[in-house]
């Protein structure tokens, strides 16, 4: 296992995230605690050292196990958890990004997860009833207070997040270091606005749903039951049938399994990727990790790409056009070398 840093932070973490939803099986589904504490212990022999959760995972079991499996190693892993879905039906303040609502998430956390602090605190997503302003001064307080380390963001549109940080660095408050955001080849048109704004504010990017609830596999096309993600994938933005065969094809190549090819793709995308994988058995576990072995040429990311590919939306497909681009950047601009992020592939991809 390789390491990355947490965004601007000079946290280091695995370049694997290990997702612990599946702890527990409260919701029906999930592994039972012998089975995640052979998980846990698979994914850190690996070196693994980042580990995701939530409150509300198999209703605060996966906190609970968690905290229990980790119990005298903790501060050798960079525990991370969430706050702002309900936690109690019938509690209108049990929901929600607001003050009431943190400070009881991180403390309930705090106790299940067997610790002091957490390394990082996820708003889990946008609570429109809440300001901003309230959001990032309540979590530069929990910050300040030694509870929480870092502060990242999950499932918020990508002009909230700039306005959020930007706000955060103009009043001296802690700004979000990470955006966590479901990306995968079935899922990419986060790469029209959330991922160039995460690249331009230095934010690591947690991808959830890495092989598309099991889609990426190829289980389903053999028949095979699983639990297909509540968060349905619609088709009207991008080529499944294609995309799928395109795994296929590349996994048989090169003689991997398909999901690691999926995590692959992942891992070699532009920017701090780190993708979050998570199993309910040890072989799906030992088999996702061994992604990080797995390095795809430029023909097999072409073909991914091609297959997967979503359409621009505007105003980005209107300047992709030749006459806007002569018109903003000079008829000259195909010779312009931007050199200033290390991001940046080519000037014609970036235009």
Do not use: C
Request: glycine letters at 8%.
């Amino acid at each position: 296992m390789r390491y990355t840093l947490f965004g601007r932070t000079g946290l280091r973490v695995s370049e694997l995230s290990l997702g612990a939803m599946t702890f527990g099986e409260d919701w029906g589904w999930g592994a039972p605690k012998e089975t995640s504490a052979a998980i846990l212990h698979t994914y850190a022999e690996a070196g693994g050292n980042f580990i995701d959760t939530a409150n509300i995972y198999t209703n605060g079991s996966s906190e609970r196990i968690l905290g229990e499996l980790l119990a005298d190693r903790r501060d050798r892993f960079v525990v991370a958890t969430k706050y702002n879905n309900t936690v109690t039906k019938g509690d209108v303040n049990s929901a929600g990004s607001h003050r009431k609502s943190l400070v009881r998430s991180v403390e309930q956390s705090l106790r299940n997860l067997r610790t002091d602090y957490v390394d990082v605190l996820w708003v889990h997503a946008r609570d429109n009833f809440t300001p901003v302003e309230e959001v990032m001064r309540g979590l530069d307080d929990v910050v300040r207070s030694g509870k929480v380390l870092h502060i990242g963001v999950s499932d918020w549109p990508a002009w909230e997040i700039a306005q959020a940080n930007t706000l955060a660095e103009l009043r001296g408050w802690n700004s979000f270091a990470g955006s966590q955001l479901r990306y995968n080849l079935l899922e990419r048109t986060v790469e029209r606005e959330l991922l160039p704004q995460a690249r331009a504010f230095d934010l690591a990017v947690l991808a959830w749903a890495p092989l598309a609830a099991g889609k990426l596999t190829g289980k389903y096309r053999r028949g095979e039951a699983g639990r297909l993600d509540a968060h349905a994938w619609d088709g009207k933005d991008h080529n499944e049938d294609g995309t799928v065969t395109a795994v296929l094809d590349v996994a048989e190549q090169g003689g991997w399994s398909p999901a690691q090819v999926a995590l692959a793709w992942l891992l070699q995308r532009p920017g701090n990727i780190v993708p979050i994988i998570g199993a309910t058995k040890e072989h799906q576990l030992a088999d996702n990790l061994a992604a990080v072995d797995v390095t795809l040429d430029a023909d097999a990311v072409a073909r991914l790409d091609a297959a997967s590919e979503v359409p621009l939306t505007f105003p980005h497909s209107f300047m992709h056009e030749p006459a806007a681009k002569d018109l903003v950047y000079g008829d000259l601009w195909p010779s312009i070398d931007d050199r200033r992020s290390t991001y940046r592939r080519t000037t014609t991809e970036v235009l």
